[in-house]
């Protein structure tokens, strides 16, 4: 009898774990502002998307001697966003490129890293750093 009601209330509870785990979102996806395409132009610090942000591989763009400026491109998968982040560029320009789109251009101040407007991770996009000479140098495209 004992064995048989505490058999019961465990698959009551666990049905009711069960039932309910599905509607909470995890706390980086309720914490997220915007979602895709919905990101475009968004800061991705105010929308809540550096948290699990990592560097999208062979993105990097350097200009210029050591110490190297460079840029490179973020991803955020609870956003589904990327945006161009700088270190390093005192001043230079620096943008994240839309194949057929926007681009959204940022300038540094001084030595200290700063970033771009969001794109939504479904555009093709690539990174670029402008040169002492004004020229932009820009990284592959990344879909």
């Given at each position: 009898?004992?064995?048989?009601?505490?058999?019961?209330?465990?698959?009551?509870?666990?049905?009711t774990v069960?039932?309910?785990?599905?509607?909470?979102?995890?706390?980086?996806?309720?914490?997220?502002?915007?979602?895709?395409?919905?990101?475009?132009g968004r800061?991705?610090?105010?929308?809540?998307?550096?948290?699990?942000?990592?560097?999208?591989?062979?993105?990097?763009?350097?200009?210029?001697?050591?110490?190297?400026?460079?840029?490179?491109?973020?991803?955020?998968?609870?956003?589904?966003?990327?945006?161009?982040?700088?270190?390093?560029?005192?001043?230079?320009?620096?943008?994240?490129?839309?194949?057929?789109?926007?681009?959204?251009?940022?300038?540094?101040?001084?030595?200290?890293?700063?970033?771009?407007?969001?794109?939504?991770?479904?555009?093709?996009?690539?990174?670029?750093?402008?040169?002492?000479?004004?020229?932009?140098?820009?990284?592959?495209?990344?879909?």
């Amino acid at each position: 009898m004992i064995a048989s009601r505490l058999l019961r209330t465990v698959v009551v509870a666990l049905s009711t774990v069960a039932l309910w785990a599905p509607m909470t979102a995890s706390p980086a996806v309720a914490a997220a502002g915007c979602h895709g395409n919905a990101c475009d132009g968004r800061n991705p610090k105010s929308q809540g998307c550096q948290g699990d942000a990592r560097d999208v591989p062979k993105s990097r763009v350097h200009a210029g001697s050591a110490p190297y400026p460079e840029v490179w491109a973020r991803y955020s998968p609870t956003c589904q966003a990327v945006w161009a982040k700088a270190d390093k560029a005192d001043g230079r320009s620096f943008r994240i490129d839309v194949l057929d789109g926007p681009s959204y251009v940022e300038s540094t101040q001084s030595s200290f890293q700063a970033f771009s407007a969001m794109v939504g991770a479904d555009h093709t996009y690539r990174v670029c750093l402008r040169d002492v000479d004004g020229r932009w140098e820009c990284g592959p495209w990344h879909r």
